[in-house]
């Protein structure tokens, strides 16, 4: 699969070692799943209509996808940019509509037994959009109109997503922030979002434990004058400075506000047990221990291949979706968790420095929107099994059961490595 | 054009943070916590145990006496148990209910109780020791109720109907034990009296254990397999009891119909051969889904059938004393075989006057046994505690209380059956108190012919009979001959206890019980022809009622093999029926095979009431 020779030009593959990376990550996926649905010990079986049965096939699709990709025209791509991010927003509207429910969001299309996620394939439609219109002659993300119409590619479908109430699916365009930064988006935008986030994350700390407004305000108060001290002879970061202390005051007690008043109960749980605010031992909070145990009881070469016995009896939640994890934590110990990290982190290592190579922006912002939602949802999905980050699901790419999810991921990465294949 | 190109390393700067930053999370997790292995064990082990087969019992010839058979508990694990249609279940369990919910509650609190302490899943016993009928009918219909299992166990099969008092019986685990053990779970059966209760840590046997995985709802997810936990159950081993059960069974039916005890014990070893209480149970009785009703049952009956009189029940000696206070009376230089008495009808001094029945008089050591003449003993003990070796009477009587004391009497013999009486032999702080701190010799003079404050069990006068059959010590009276394959006896049962008296004494007094069975002694007429027995009668005055019958013999005189103990309550004299018994149990067990010398005789214990 690796050397699928194409054509006579310059560089008639796609790009090795990615290949190489995404076949082994896949094989680990369809191990860790196969494992976390079958027995203790189980002898080996195999069915097709099994969980680990259905994955091949999604992987057989996935062949398929690539297989075409591969043998396609690579103008297709940029020609059909648009039309299929059009396409992927009406599936996206229309889901509200026509599809079914699942565990609270209305995100899919079923079809029989199989159903259809639209909004995993309206990252991929996205990220050819941005690459697409930031490739466009003549056009930067610079000014107004040009940063407006960037936003509004990757808000637009994240606000449907965030009305089908899947939130997770919803934070991950918000990576996309990350890929314009490479397009140039200044960077105290980011510091600010960072700055937003300590704000925050303090605010709903003091919030929990009944800590006054006035102490953060106080705080703030107490560094601006520090800094206006310090810096009394520059006029310019005096009104900076007093301007991002109002900002921030503000914003502290519109989070406060939002905390206590908006998120809703279950959301304030699991922001809760993740900062540490809160014991429970049921419920989300049981989940969350049941997820550590898992990778923890691995401890330095794990239980062993189908001897995980937290990922199979059920204690571990979304044992071979979204904590699937667990399972390599489990059975592979720190061994197989630092095989995984070097693979796993070597493939975005290895598409920023495909992205770099690109002499089209549109090839740079594409490699760049891979691999910032790849990092996106490896870092959500990682951080949340181990707890440092509240539980959002969303999977873990090429690894968690799911077709949409695998299908969405390969088209993706073999979209890009197609371009990367075509670069001039 | 590319103005940006340095902000790469911004992004592989944050890959690289966020994968240190996780890597030291997970190393913290994985490498420097170690407590989540075992977390993970505990959530996905439950230990099931394995019930063992109780020890089988054998008696001292290798007859069947207790053995095991199936029986099944009725499981229930309440959070899985929703849903049953109660009617239905109830119909096919035949209880009510009420039964019903009061089984569920008690299975909830012990359910919850047991996930507490995490050793095992939530699963409770809802009932136990299910009849034949409950478990085929429950059996086939559980598919119909959530939550419920069969788990079997063994209980006791008796292939015996007597015995029931040495054997003892089975109950479900006290909360006291439970709380005290953690071997046994709640509805577990232990060994509450007799020998089952003495050697349950043998005879339970050692549970196994069978680990199963099991997920998150508890439901069992296969056998784990090469568990560290595994272990097979391990049976109690064969159980050999010293107890002749030939001659414990003749002498049941001796004593049918009488209320008294029996006990039998081999002189050499401390075996018991025989132990005996009427009125007795079944031991049948107190098995399966029936043991708990007939053992309220058995608990109120007026008879007492529980009552194990042969350990528990406490009796004056009477005249059997009398073998004790002439060994006594030797050891103390007061008394020779040619030590002489005359009795007038009894013995007088001032205005005491101990009876006595006619016989001829004077007499010597010999014949006052063998006609138990309650002067000479009168005059003994006075003879014993007056004695001017000793400053005063209270010297005197320490002396003989020490003696009394090396016979095992007052205190526990420490026979291997639980709640033994210590009986009696009074101190001298006792005698303080009854008849003030001035007494006299002639105030507790009914000592010497074995009444008053003296109190023993059947055990203790059985094995004053075994001290003197073996001249002078005994091993303590045990009911277990061997355990296992390797026939383990515990220590304790292998150690001889001597008395203060030497050895040399006892045939002075063994050829006075020589006498008793002889022509013009008292139990003339109940003796074997080919057995030498040696014996002593009594006849206990008791205070509320008719005399008790009392009889303590051995036989042969050489190489001695069965001193036996018999009391006859309300049975009057000693030669009535006490006497009777015991020599038709020597017989039996020294003539085994051949025919009964004394049909009529046998016929006649063997028919007649005594209330």
């Not at chain 1, 919030?207 to 560094?223: N, Y």
Request: hydrophobic share 45%; with cysteine; charged share 20%.
């Amino acid at each position: 699969m690796a050397r699928i020779n194409t054509s006579r030009e310059d560089n008639p593959v796609l790009d090795t070692v990615s290949v190489w990376l995404y076949v082994l990550l896949v094989i680990i996926g369809l191990i860790s799943v196969y494992s976390a649905t079958s027995e203790v010990n189980q002898t080996f079986q195999f069915s097709f209509s099994s969980i680990a049965g259905r994955q091949l096939i999604w992987i057989g699709g996935a062949v398929i996808i690539i297989l075409t990709i591969a043998f396609a025209n690579v103008a297709i791509i940029d020609y059909f940019a648009y039309g299929f991010y059009g396409f992927a927003i009406l599936l996206n509207i229309a889901v509200l509509f026509l599809g079914k429910e699942v565990s609270g969001a209305k995100s899919w299309f079923g079809f029989g037994g199989f159903g259809i996620q639209p909004s995993e394939f309206a990252k991929v439609a996205t990220a050819l959009a941005i690459a697409k219109y930031l490739g466009t002659y003549g056009i930067r993300f610079k000014g107004t109109r040009n940063v407006v119409i960037t936003m509004s590619l990757f808000l637009t479908p994240m606000l449907l997503i965030l009305a089908q109430n899947d939130t997770g699916s919803a934070l991950v365009f918000l990576s996309f922030f990350l890929v314009l930064y490479r397009e140039g988006l200044p960077g105290w935008i980011l510091l600010s979002a960072v700055w937003l986030i300590v704000i925050a994350i303090a605010r709903i700390v003091m919030e929990a434990t009944g800590i006054s407004h006035l102490w953060t305000m106080g705080t703030l108060s107490l560094l601006a004058a520090l800094i206006v001290y310090f810096g009394r002879k520059n006029r310019q970061l005096i009104i900076a400075t007093l301007f991002v202390a109002a900002a921030s005051a503000v914003f502290s007690v519109a989070v406060g506000f939002a905390y206590t008043k908006i998120l809703k109960g279950y959301q304030r749980d699991r922001i809760e047990l993740v900062l540490n605010l809160k014991q429970d031992t049921r419920n989300m909070g049981y989940n969350l221990e049941q997820s550590r145990i898992a990778i923890g009881a691995g401890q330095f070469v794990g239980r062993g291949f189908l001897k995980g016995t937290q990922t199979k009896m059920g204690f571990v939640p979304e044992q071979h979706t979204d904590f699937i994890f667990c399972t390599i934590g489990e059975e592979w110990g720190f061994v197989g968790v630092l095989v995984f990290f070097g693979l796993y982190f070597g493939l975005l290592f290895r598409i920023v420095t495909l992205a770099e190579r690109q002499s089209t922006a549109f090839g740079r912002v594409l490699g760049y929107g891979v691999v910032c939602i790849l990092f996106f949802h490896v870092a959500i999905n990682i951080g949340m099994t181990i707890g440092i980050i509240p539980v959002i699901g969303i999977p873990l790419p090429f690894i968690s059961f799911g077709g949409s999810s695998l299908w969405a991921f390969t088209l993706l990465l073999f979209l890009f490595l197609k371009v990367d294949e075509k670069r001039r | 054009m590319d103005l940006h190109r340095n902000r790469k390393f911004v992004y592989l700067g944050l890959f690289s943070l966020v994968a240190l930053v996780y890597l030291i999370q997970i190393f913290r997790l994985q490498i420097l916590d170690d407590h989540y292995e075992q977390k993970a064990i505990n959530n996905a082990l439950n230990k099931i145990p394995i019930y063992p087969d109780r020890s089988i019992i054998y008696d001292r010839n290798g007859k069947l006496l207790v053995h095991n058979i199936a029986m099944y508990d009725l499981i229930v694990f309440p959070a899985k148990a929703k849903g049953i249609d109660t009617a239905q279940f109830c119909e096919i369990m035949k209880i009510s209910g009420e039964d019903y919910h009061k089984y569920m509650a008690t299975a909830r609190e012990n359910s919850k109780k047991r996930q507490k302490n995490n050793v095992f899943n939530g699963s409770a016993v809802f009932m136990s020791n299910l009849s034949k009928e409950q478990y085929s009918a429950i059996q086939e219909n559980l598919y119909r109720f959530p939550g419920f299992s069969v788990e079997p166990k063994t209980d006791r099969l008796y292939a015996v109907k007597g015995g029931a008092h040495m054997l003892g019986y089975l109950g479900e685990a006290s909360k006291k034990l439970l709380a005290k053990d953690p071997y046994y779970r709640p509805g577990d059966l232990v060994g509450v009296t007799g020998i089952e209760h003495t050697y349950e840590a043998y005879i339970r046997g050692v549970k196994g254990v069978k680990t199963v995985w099991q997920d998150r709802t508890y439901t069992e997810r296969g056998e784990a397999k090469d568990n560290e936990f595994n272990s097979p159950a391990q049976a109690g081993p064969d159980f050999y009891s010293s107890i002749d059960f030939d001659l414990q069974e003749f002498g049941e039916s001796l004593l049918a119909n009488k209320r008294g005890s029996v006990v039998a014990i081999e002189p050499s070893t401390g075996e018991i051969l025989a132990l005996i209480n009427k009125p007795d149970y079944d031991p049948n009785l107190l098995v399966g889904e029936a043991r708990a009703r007939s053992f309220r049952q058995l608990l109120i009956d007026p008879k007492k059938p529980l009552y194990n009189r042969a350990i528990k029940g406490v009796y004056p000696p009477g005249s059997t004393f009398k073998t004790v206070m002439a060994l006594i009376g030797c050891q103390e230089g007061v008394l020779k075989p040619s030590t002489t008495h005359g009795c007038s009808g009894g013995y007088h001094l001032g205005s005491l006057t101990v009876g006595c029945h006619p016989h001829p008089s004077p007499t010597d050591l010999k014949g006052s046994i063998g006609i138990s003449c309650n002067a000479y003993y009168c005059q003994l003990f006075r003879d014993i505690i007056d004695n001017p070796r000793y400053p005063n009477v209270k010297t005197g009587y320490a002396a003989l209380e020490k003696h009394l004391r090396s016979f095992g009497l007052g205190s526990k013999l420490g026979v291997d059956l639980p709640g033994e009486n210590k009986g009696n032999v009074p101190t001298i702080k006792q005698l303080d108190k009854r008849h003030g701190k001035s007494w006299k010799s002639s105030m507790i003079i009914s000592l010497a012919i074995g009444q008053g404050e003296i109190l023993l069990t059947p055990m203790q006068m059985a094995n004053c009979a075994a001290i003197i059959a073996n001249k002078g010590w005994f091993i303590t009276p045990h009911l277990v001959k061997g355990i296992g394959v390797k026939k383990y006896l515990p220590d304790e049962f292998k150690k001889k206890h001597y008395t203060t008296v030497s050895e040399l004494y006892y045939d002075w007094i063994i050829n006075g019980m020589e006498m008793v069975t002889k022509p013009g002694g008292t139990a003339f007429g109940t003796g074997i022809n080919d057995i030498v027995i040696c014996s002593k009668t009594g006849t206990a005055q008791n205070p509320h009622g008719q005399d008790h019958s009392l009889y303590i013999a051995f036989a042969p005189r050489e190489k001695p093999k069965i001193a036996i103990a018999v009391i006859v309550e309300n049975g009057g004299y000693g030669a009535t029926w006490a006497a009777p018994i015991a020599n038709l149990m020597i017989e039996n067990y020294l003539n085994r095979g051949k025919e009964p010398q004394r049909p009529d005789m046998l016929e006649r214990i063997r028919t007649s009431t005594v209330n």
